[in-house]
């Protein structure tokens, strides 16, 4: 087997963040990023496969940080999770509405990531 996919977690809620990353880390490399800043620098030193992230972020918000990962990478796959239900999702491959199903996070981060790397 493979190595396994490497997620970017953008998350400011400190809590879901750690929760998030929690779970994920079962099936995947994850690391974490408190902001879109932080998220863009993480993507940039990491290279991960697919980000996952939070529409309202400080800084700089998810749609704004899909914009400049698949500016970099267009295989990248990004999640964008909001709680609002009319996002410009345009570079986003997935948006998943809060509160996360887990299950379908997973199944989307798998099949992204394995999209990524073809």
Known sequence: MGERIKVLLVEDDGDSRE???????VDFDVITAP????GLRAFEDDHPDVVITDES???MCGTELAHEVKTRQPKAGVILVSGYTNVDSDWCDVVLR??????RLSAAVGSLGEAARH
Request: proline content about 10%.
């Open 98 to 103: 809060k509160p996360i199903d887990v299950e």
């Open 19 to 25: 929760l998030l990353a929690e779970i994920l880390e």
């Open 35 to 38: 902001d879109g800043l932080t």
């Open 57 to 59: 972020l400080p800084g």
